[in-house]
């Protein structure tokens, strides 16, 4: 007669049998399933804008901006390297679109930004209207509107894009479509969006025109660092985060998109932060001055030195403590809105 | 034997035993409380300002604003009168302050708006910000903060108060207090709420300061005009309303205050409009240019030419029919928050 | 040359001329128009069952339901004889349907609830549903929807009516039709929106049928009542109110009505509870037991002692405290949605 | 001199001089980053519970419940092995528990399901209070509280539990914590959330114990199962889903969790539905009664007929179609709620 067999064997035996059945036990994997806190695959990154530019140029070389649909160097995450993702669940990219040019028409379920960084002049047009660019400017693609860039004066054009297409990867819902025209006919004069919404006033009547997301398609730099200054000289300034301010959907007071949370923020010249995690990762991209940040989580830590036109990525509950001499704006995303949506956001700030 | 009471005599009969136990018989009202539509006690009414104005600077002579409290003239509906009432739920009246003057400070339930007439560099303060007043300013004073005015230049000073005070009675849910000093002390800079909440964004954190009532205390006019302006020449003309926005609480999307909504309007030169009808009454203050309106119920009509500075009020279900050969801009309040919040607002527009 | 006139008579002679032109003078009615706290006109009322019902029978012998259309007594507050008001928002009446009879039917914009108090076998359909009434149901009548009652089963049937009529003559909104046909027709089984939408479930598709009011037409008194009595044993006692529960709309969360607030409360035996006021004056039946309830307001106290089908109106800012040797279950309505939907809600609980 | 290298050349060339730097070409994967309909990498599975039960049995003797902290097989999508996920965003699986045993008190930001599969008796506890399991009960535990469970009476326990483990690694949010000790004290008598809740009543007073999460533990399979049952005989067919009722929070009237939906239908014998597909892919449960299902996409089909206690997952964008020769019951879960909340949800009905 066989002695019994020990657990240890009958539990493998278990999990062999139950395999092609598609069972798994839980046991196994639970701790790594319910982590005591966030766990990311993501590590922070940086971009210099020195560095990036060169290769920006060179594809502007080797490919149209209407050959490539949209000519973006996808800005990805070194732990998610392939999956086009800066964090699990944005993407970012930086755009380049050359004079004369024109990237088609098309729409699809992602949401997307444009975060103005070098260049002026070129235009994108959102559903018959079209926002011409300048340095700083945020603009919004809602989702599934017809949207093509074009650029009709001088100079490179390059801005940063970052949409929502880990995410709709991820819940399995993205559509697309190509337009049959190259660019889609403007239908409203430039401005009547911001004139109808972007002025604490709207229409008497009519529904909002694109769901959830904010009906103005820009927001000019000009107005929003007005108002960052205008804060800095007479409100206090918070330790964590200077003076910062976030960008919100008008007709509802709520976040420009139902996916991605946009801010700008301004550290005055001196500024030497303390530090705060939250569980939104978050991407930057730096508008005007010098700084620095330090990135932490448990024993690691990433610090790097930045200047205008840089970009880095934040990841969940990675403390970030940011410093500058000369004082500088920064404007970044990230996906609050659903974090803030699903009962999840959750925010420690150090002292 | 007697004979047995007719109906109507054994009817009176109960009415008059009931009456003393505060019982009524529905049947004999019924139709009158529940009309087959809006029946409203309110009529039209115009307040010529060439007319009102000596009223108001007399009113400077024999007091002070200190003493009134609030200098102000009320205009009361003809039908409402002793009721400080111009429609059935709200007050308005025209408020004078004199150079070196001061309106003392309180605070109240009732919410107020400000409309400036006539006249430069009064201030309002609001829990501690001063706001200076130019002609075609919207201002607020949210329910339940302090409140003072005062005036540092050179010209009388003329407003439009619009308040919910007949709601605020009709519900018996008012409070007020009076402030121990004067004049509130200034502790924020001016301009420093608009340029937190203004320009499409707001601060990260931190909670609405006033609840459903906007962060904003002053929407220039300078601001809405443009706005206006903008969508004329853009926007599809409304054959009812010309160009109309309303004004807009950023952090909600909705009404500026939670019982009272308020609308800019242009009307074109050569506009001729076609009449509507609304459940809530408006009063209008004329900005600019001149027109005229034609107010109708039934068989009654009134008809009245206006020019800047005029007054009217257009009650419940009333039919209003404007035009203007020269143009004109009209500012406007109601009590449309509260017909939305209840589910009663009704509308008619008549072609 | 005379001496110039003293200020009183001048402010007196501005009054008079300018009183042509409906205006009036602020100052001289200030302090009454932002009373320091709500100074409601209407003061309590208590309506005892066994001197009601008397009447009622008397109205059911003068006239009949259909001749009536609603054979109502309304119990009007002693303030506000006339007026048809039990408080200044809200209607409070006594229905009586005698078997064979039926309440034609109509509808309007005013919302109307019904608790019975007396009889069985009486319904009411809305909708094309119907309803059987038992003694402690609460039902509603959304507004404008077709609505009609009528009486098949053996004995008298009395109820108590709420509604918002006072109110949507104040905001100049009602709207009212007759319908062609006495009964409407009956097109849903009775009992389908409740198991629709009654169970803590709803339909996969399909808006809210009744807009901003519950889907549900009846919240049978078994089930509330049982609710009550649960957690009457497991649940702490509140001082002031005993059990008390609001009825809720399944698929808002939010009152049953837009403009009516609804709640059932159980004082236990022995209960000797503490006072407490609202801006919302509330109107209770009661439904089973017996109690006593002290009302006051500065010097002024009423105090009455209740029994089963008695009703009485607790009037705004009154203080009113519950005591009860034997335990009793109570019913109440109230503007309160309203005051909170204007953010003018106010509570005080004293101890 | 050298020709100029070919374009292809130069495109490797630039990507092997970027790709250190964390860049990548968004052209050469635009396409599959913005598909032009759901790509789902999921597939459909079934798991029949004669099958699986043995399993299930067989970890019982292989590991205690304490041990396993909670002892369960993970039902696997077989296109995403090792990850612990039905579908991208889900996790399902069994759980069992034997007479005597606990399954540790531990909290997590993940909510919870448990729809109960096979025997009754055990329990599980949230924040202080119990609730027993019957067969078709659906249990919640909202995220951030304590939850334990456990088994007193005969028999094993079965249940399907529902996550959404996936969505918080996604999104990097996800805290736990083991309880100090192995199950919560009871606070309160079993029903008491219900009793509170659970009636169309709700509390006066106090916030939402459990946020967005339905206040309401246990929604007991007698009361779904009576709700179908009735609509099925009162209310039209829908030729697509049979008779189907979502749950409902009930202060909020939304989803019972912010990141699962939860639904129960009923086919009626005979029942051949047409087929519809979601971009929210679902687990379901078979509670009673036989029938199949046909899952279809593109050129690809699967078909299966089910019985008690079976469960099968029909991926996003992936059409189903229902028929029962007997008539059943079918609970199944999904993440519906995410897809509205982001403005991302699809469907289509096919006819």
């Known amino acids: 007669m066989n002695a019994p067999l020990p657990t240890a064997q009958l539990r493998q035996q278990l999990y062999r049998d139950m395999d092609p059945h598609n069972l798994t036990p839980l046991w196994e994997v639970l701790h790594a399933l319910v982590p005591p806190q966030p766990r990311t695959p993501c590590v922070p990154a940086f971009w210099r804008y020195d560095e990036v530019r060169p290769y920006l140029m060179r594809a502007g070389e080797v490919i149209t901006a209407e050959e490539a649909v949209r000519r973006v160097l ?18 970012a990219g930086l755009q380049l679109i050359l004079p004369g040019e024109v ?8 949401s997307a930004l444009r975060f103005i960084v070098e260049g002026s002049g070129a235009y994108t047009a959102v ?18 509107t017809w949207h093509d860039h074009g650029h009709e004066a001088r100079d490179p054009v390059v801005w940063l894009d970052g949409l929502d297409i880990p995410m709709i990867r991820f819940f399995d819902a993205g559509f697309a479509q190509n337009d049959t025209s190259k660019s889609q006919q403007v239908t409203r004069t430039e401005g009547t969006s911001f004139a109808r919404y972007g002025h604490n006033m709207a229409p008497v009547r009519g529904a909002a025109p694109h769901g959830r997301t904010s009906p103005i398609f820009s927001y000019p730099y000009e107005r929003s660092r007005e108002a960052l200054e205008r804060l800095e000289r007479d409100a206090p300034l918070d330790a964590w985060d200077g003076t910062k301010l976030r960008y919100v959907n008008p007709i509802t007071g709520g976040w420009p998109m139902p996916t991605i949370g946009t801010f700008l923020q301004k550290l005055p010249a001196g500024f030497a932060g303390q530090g705060s995690r939250q569980t939104d990762g978050a991407v930057y991209s730096v508008v005007e001055g010098e700084g620095e940040v330090t990135v932490s989580a448990g024993e690691q830590e990433w610090r790097c030195a930045f200047g205008p036109r840089d970009h880095f990525v934040v990841p969940s509950w990675h403390t970030a403590r940011f410093s500058s001499e000369k004082g500088c704006v920064l404007f970044s995303f990230s996906d609050r809105p659903v974090h803030e949506a699903l009962g999840i956001h959750h925010e420690e700030r150090l002292s």
């Open 74 to 91: 996808i800005l990805e995450n070194p732990k998610l390297r392939g999956q086009s993702a800066v964090t699990q669940s944005l993407y």
């Open 103 to 110: 990237a088609p028409s098309h729409r699809h379920t992602q």
């Open 127 to 144: 559903d018959g209207e079209r926002t011409t660019m300048r340095p700083g400017d945020f603009i919004i693609t809602p989702s599934w």
